[in-house]
């Protein structure tokens, strides 16, 4: 069982680069969001998604692009990265509206 | 706007010793709550959710909850800690239309100590 996909598992980039972390769920779920975990803040919700085609802000999205065309598939776009954003990002999807089943992160680093 | 508080950054218990760990809400509604255990072997689990009924609710592992909207409370309970529950754990609350929007607290560190 597959599960949450998150790739890469680590990741560094340069002050300014764009990326795109991916997250795919194999388990047919409508919800599908990120989060970012920094120490001390808990888990901060960036975009999330209740279905293909429809998405929406979360805590924290400047900074952030997201996009949903297929059910499986939920990738977060990094436009011009900064420092700041140096973080673990979780991919969790759901059946249900709250996060169910959660990817194994990625870290990343911005210099 | 919504938000969760989790007044213990951390706590300590002993083996077989029972446990609370706290948690307030702020949500103009009715909201859905739920608690999150992030350990490192196992990654980021639902242990209980609580959306409307029976204000206490069971979850896994032995964990419950009660739900108390006279205090915004949502505090998780374990008569018996074992070793293994030490982790970090997160209360959320689900907000806007439906609840999608899970919005966690910062979370309780726990350690048990022998």
């Known amino acids: 069982n597959a599960g949450v996909t998150q790739t890469p598992k680590f990741q560094v980039l340069k002050t300014g680069q764009s990326m795109t972390l991916q997250c795919a769920q194999d388990?047919?779920?409508?919800?599908m969001s990120w989060y970012r975990q920094d120490p001390g803040m808990g888990l901060r919700l960036i975009h999330y998604?209740?279905?293909?085609?429809?998405?929406d802000q979360g805590e924290v999205p400047n900074g952030y692009n997201v996009s949903r065309s297929t059910t499986e598939d939920f990738p977060l776009r990094l436009l011009s990265a900064a420092p700041s954003q140096t973080s673990v990002y979780f991919c969790?999807?759901?059946?249900?509206?709250?996060?169910?089943?959660f990817g194994d992160g990625t870290r990343l680093s911005i210099l | 706007a919504q938000s969760v508080t989790q007044p213990d950054i951390h706590i300590t218990v002993s083996e077989g010793a029972s446990l609370e760990l706290r948690c307030n809400y702020s949500y103009g509604a009715t909201p859905y709550l739920f608690w999150y255990v992030q350990s490192p072997g196992q990654g980021l689990q639902l242990l209980l959710k609580?959306?409307?009924?029976?204000?206490l609710v069971q979850g896994i592992k032995g964990f419950e909850a009660e739900f108390k909207r006279s205090q915004s409370s949502f505090n998780l309970r374990k008569p018996s800690v074992h070793w293994s529950d030490a982790a970090e754990y997160f209360c959320?609350?689900?907000?806007?239309?439906?609840?999608?929007?899970?919005?966690f607290g910062a979370g309780t560190r726990l350690f048990v100590k022998a």
């Open positions: 388990m047919n779920h409508e919800y």
């Open positions: 959320a609350v689900g907000a806007g239309t439906g609840g999608f929007k899970t919005i």
């Open positions: 609580y959306f409307s009924g029976d204000t």
């Open positions: 998604s209740v279905g293909a085609g429809i998405t």
């Open positions: 969790a999807s759901s059946d249900e509206g709250q996060p169910q089943h």
